[in-house]
Structure formats: structure tokens, C-alpha cells
């Protein structure tokens, strides 16, 4: 007698039992990210630099600053999807810099502080302990998202903390940023009413805004986890994007304030004008050899955003696009093998 | 039996999958015209303003209420802990101030050492030249007096001509 019930309803029936299943064991409360061996050097504030040793140093260390939007573990995901992971193995030593989540005290940090303070002493700390420890006169650079677009302020401001520098999906043409530029108009977005009332950004604000510029995205996390559930390695991955995603930081209200206006509202990046604590900041003041990388379907940072630098930046630029989304750039295998082969070209 | 006529459902996952893209194609669609647009964006914003300024009024009257009471509020410990933030930037500055130190001692000992060596070098060099000079001059007062040589001969019989010549004037 025919079975009654078609195999692919039964095939159906069975993964959405397993899923129920899977999401009723909290799976994403039991992740541990960020679980490369690693030691804290250097602290200042809620940020903190972070020390990954390779077994065989092979190439120049390279400083990693990162965004102040998430935590850092996004290059530190989880076995086999670490971007720290595949440096080491390369020959790689990093020093990352993870600026923590800002407390209330932290309100009142200003943008120059950040860049002139926390950023060059994590940047002179990190030469320091690779010259003690590898004795390498010449440190990389390498910044992600906002982490980037701040590394190159820095950089143009104070020359010889860093041989080269690579910027991934770092925007510098904050007018090209697509719908995040649209939203962030001065006429309608409450700027100064969110940092006078509230202090910081709030972590769990930002992470609301990043959704729905994307509207689909929410459904489609969820369908994707659907369709591909019984993908080998998928449900796991799945998890710990989930786990490192539910953990947004605190932007510091004031640095925020500033970054807000002067890049997204005033795009002083490109266009100038920016006055940070008493020195212009002006990016054709930098030299040193620049990489930007561009994610192909990066919704917050777009490659015309990107490559911006291309335009602003006072030394040589290269430019790349990976494969990949603003996240999913980091998960993948392309973005290890472009910074092992930026690294192997010094 | 081909597979369509056995399985009155279709392919199950393929439907529900073209379904699903069907459904988010649209909704994108009409999220995009929403979302970008400034009426909208106008109101959300005005929203989120009246949403902030709330919670600051809250926040002031909790503390309000909580200092009639005389007990801590929100806004004291935030005070203290920015205190004990500016305390640890003046350590951080310290350090700095003392690994600069470090490094200028570092460097001064470097060229000093430098100095001493460069130094020591130079006297050892002096002193090799004068053990040469004093080898020299010993062998040169060690020689028997030698007998004298056909330039020495010539000088002196030289000397002796002009001598000869006044006798003969």
C-alpha cells in the first residue's frame, strides 16, 4: 500500500521537529565566542588590547581596531570561522583592540579622545610589545567598519604608528552609505536629543536600526535556518551568529554625537571642514600605503562608501571587493586569505 | 508513475522555498518605499525624540525622588565611577609619561654605552700606538752605534767643503 503522506512532507514533518527541538535547547546561551587563546596587555577605559601570539611568527604584527558598535569576538566566531584563528596559523601576531561597551560614566568621551587618546596609545602599545617580543620595528593596521574610518583619522593625524594600513568595509564617503546615509538626515534624525537624554547609544537601539535597514533580513535569518538546518556545521554557525548579534555595545554618547555629525551628516571626511580638539582632520595628510576592502553586498557600508578612501587619502590606495555581506565578510574564507596575502606582500 | 502524479504536494520544500522568496520580494519592496521615504523617516524621528526625552524626565524625576530620600541616585554613582575613570586616564597618563622615560633612559644609556666603547676603543688604539712608538724608539736605542752610512759619509764630507773652501780664502 502507498504511503499516504509524500516523503518530502515527511522529510519536512521530521526537520521541523528536529528544529523545534534544537531551538528549545537555547542553543545560542550556550555559545562561547572569542575562544583563541589571547592575553590582555593593555587597558585603558572599557577597551582593551588583546594579544594573539602565532606558534611561529612569520610576518609583521598586525593591529586590529574594530567597531564600537559589537563586540569583537565577530573575528573570533568560532573553530574553522575565526579570522584571528587563520592569521595566527599564517604566521600572523595580533594585537586586536576591543573598545568594550561604554558605561554612563563614559558618556562624556569625546571623538578626540578616542582617536587621539585611546587609539594611539593601543596603537604604541602594541609597536612597544612587538618590538619587546618579535622585534619588529614596523607594525600593519588594520580597521574594521567604524573602527576603520577612525583608524584613518588616526593615522593621518599622527604618521609612523603603522607601516600600511587596510580598511575593511570602513565607510569614508559616509554619503554613499546607501539608506544609512538617508536616514541619518539632520532634519529628521534626534541627534542631540538621544545623547542629551539617554547619554550613550544604545547597544539594543543600534541593533534595532541595523534590522530594519534591512527589512528582509529578519525572515530570511529565520528561513535560512529553516532551509539549511540539516547543512552540516550549519545550525552551529547559525547559533553563534545569533549569540554574537544579541550582544550590541553602548556607543559613547558624545564621541557618538560627533561621529554622527561630522561624518554622516557633514561627510567631513571627503568634503573637509572637521575640526577635531583644535587640529583639522584632513585624510590627504596620510602616506602610508592603504587596502580598501569592500564587501559585495554590504548593506551598512557599500563599496562606493568604501572606496572613498580612494578618493580622501593621501598616499597610494588599493582597493578589493570580497564576497560576502558587512558581517559575512568576516565568516567567511575570502577575508583570511586577502590579509595573509596583504601580509605576505610587505 | 512520474513524481507529480505520485506526490500530490510537489516537491514540498521547493514550493514552500519559491513561496517564501515570492513573499519577501514583495514585502522588500514595500519596506523600501516605506523606509526611505522623509515622511516617514520625519515621523520616526519624531517619535524616537518624544520616546528619548520621556525617558530623560523619568530618569531626572526618579533621581529627583531618590535624592528627597537622601539615597543614591543613578546620576551620583555615574559621578563616581567618572571620577574613578579620570583617576585611571591620569594613571594611563603616567604610564605613558614613564615609558617615554623609560625609553629616553633607554636610548641615553644606549649612547652612552656607545660613548664609553667609542672611547675605550680610541684609548686602546692610542695606547697600541704608543707601545708601537716605544718599541720603535727602544729598538732605535738599542742599536749599537752603527757605522755610518754613505749618505751620512756624504753629508758630513758636505759639510766639511765649505769649511775647507774658508781655509783656503
Known amino acids: 500500500m502507498n504511503n499516504p503522506v509524500p516523503d518530502s512532507s515527511l522529510k519536512g514533518m521530521n526537520r521541523a521537529v528536529e528544529l523545534a527541538k534544537f531551538l528549545a535547547s537555547e542553543p545560542v546561551r550556550k555559545v562561547k565566542l572569542g575562544q583563541t587563546p589571547h592575553a590582555v596587555i593593555h587597558r585603558d577605559r572599557q577597551a582593551r588590547l588583546r594579544w594573539f601570539a602565532p606558534a611561529e611568527p612569520k610576518h609583521a604584527p598586525l593591529f586590529i581596531s574594530m567597531p564600537l558598535i559589537n563586540t569583537w569576538t565577530v573575528f573570533d566566531l568560532m573553530p574553522g570561522r575565526s579570522v584571528v584563528a587563520a592569521l595566527l596559523d599564517a604566521g600572523v601576531p595580533v594585537y586586536l583592540l576591543d573598545w568594550g561597551s561604554a558605561g554612563p560614566e563614559d558618556a562624556d568621551l569625546t571623538l578626540g579622545r578616542v582617536i587621539d587618546g585611546t587609539l594611539v596609545r593601543a596603537l604604541k602599545r602594541a609597536k612597544r610589545h612587538a618590538r619587546a617580543t618579535y622585534g619588529a620595528e614596523a ?23 603603522a607601516r600600511r594600513m587596510a580598511l575593511l568595509a570602513a565607510p569614508i564617503d559616509f554619503h554613499a552609505s546607501g539608506r544609512l546615509a538617508t536616514w541619518a538626515d539632520p532634519e529628521t534624525f534626534p541627534l542631540d536629543a538621544i545623547v542629551d537624554n539617554l547619554g550613550n547609544f544604545p ?18 535569518k529565520w528561513w535560512g535556518l529553516w532551509e539549511r538546518f540539516e547543512k552540516p556545521g550549519f ?65 551598512i557600508c557599500p563599496s562606493a562608501a568604501a572606496f572613498g578612501l580612494e578618493r580622501a587619502w593621501g598616499g597610494p590606495v588599493e582597493t578589493v571587493t570580497l564576497r560576502g555581506g558587512h558581517v559575512g565578510v568576516c565568516i567567511g574564507q575570502s577575508l583570511p586569505k586577502a590579509l595573509i596575502a596583504w601580509a605576505e606582500d610587505a | 508513475m512520474p513524481e507529480h502524479m505520485s506526490n500530490p504536494f510537489g516537491d514540498f ?88 622615560l623609560g625609553d629616553k633612559m633607554e636610548s641615553l644609556e644606549r649612547e652612552t654605552i656607545k660613548a664609553r666603547i667609542e672611547s ?49 780664502a
Not at chain 1, 143 to 156: N, R
Not at chain 1, 247 to 275: H, I, K, S
Not at chain 2, 122 to 139: D, F, I, K, Q, V
Open chain 2, 13 to 100: 520544500d521547493k514550493l514552500s522555498g519559491d513561496m517564501y522568496r515570492h513573499w519577501e520580494k514583495a514585502m522588500t519592496d514595500w519596506w523600501d518605499q516605506i523606509l526611505d521615504d522623509p515622511g516617514f523617516l520625519g515621523a520616526v524621528g519624531k517619535n524616537l525624540e518624544v520616546g528619548v526625552r520621556t525617558r530623560g524626565t523619568y530618569q531626572k524625576s526618579v533621581d529627583e525622588t531618590l535624592e528627597r530620600m537622601h539615597l543614591p541616585t543613578r546620576s551620583d554613582l555615574t559621578r563616581l565611577a567618572r571620577i574613578s575613570s579620570l583617576l585611571e586616564d591620569r594613571l594611563l597618563s603616567m604610564e605613558d609619561t614613564l615609558l617615554e
Open chain 2, 120 to 168: 675605550t676603543e680610541t684609548r686602546l688604539e692610542l695606547r697600541e700606538r704608543l707601545a708601537g712608538l716605544e718599541a720603535r724608539l727602544e729598538a732605535l736605542e738599542s742599536k749599537p752605534a752603527a757605522k755610518p752610512t754613505a749618505r751620512r759619509t756624504a753629508r758630513k764630507s758636505a759639510a766639511r767643503k765649505p769649511a775647507a773652501k774658508k781655509d783656503d
Open chain 1, 203 to 220: 547597544g539594543a537601539l543600534m541593533k534595532q536600526s541595523f534590522a530594519w535597514l534591512k527589512p528582509g533580513g529578519q525572515t530570511g
Open chain 1, 235 to 299: 545550525p552551529e554557525l547559525w547559533t553563534h551568529l545569533e549569540a554574537w548579534s544579541d550582544a550590541p555595545t553602548e556607543f559613547p554618547g558624545e564621541c557618538y554625537r560627533e561621529y554622527v555629525r561630522q561624518c554622516y551628516f557633514n561627510n567631513a571626511l571627503v568634503d573637509g571642514g572637521w575640526v577635531l580638539d583644535g587640529r583639522p582632520v584632513d585624510l590627504k595628510q596620510g602616506s602610508i600605503p592603504a587596502l580598501a576592502i569592500a564587501a559585495s553586498g554590504d548593506h
Open chain 1, 139 to 161: 607594525i600593519d593596521a588594520l580597521g574594521y567598519c567604524v573602527g576603520g574610518s577612525f583608524l584613518s583619522v588616526c593615522l593621518s593625524r599622527h604618521p609612523g604608528l
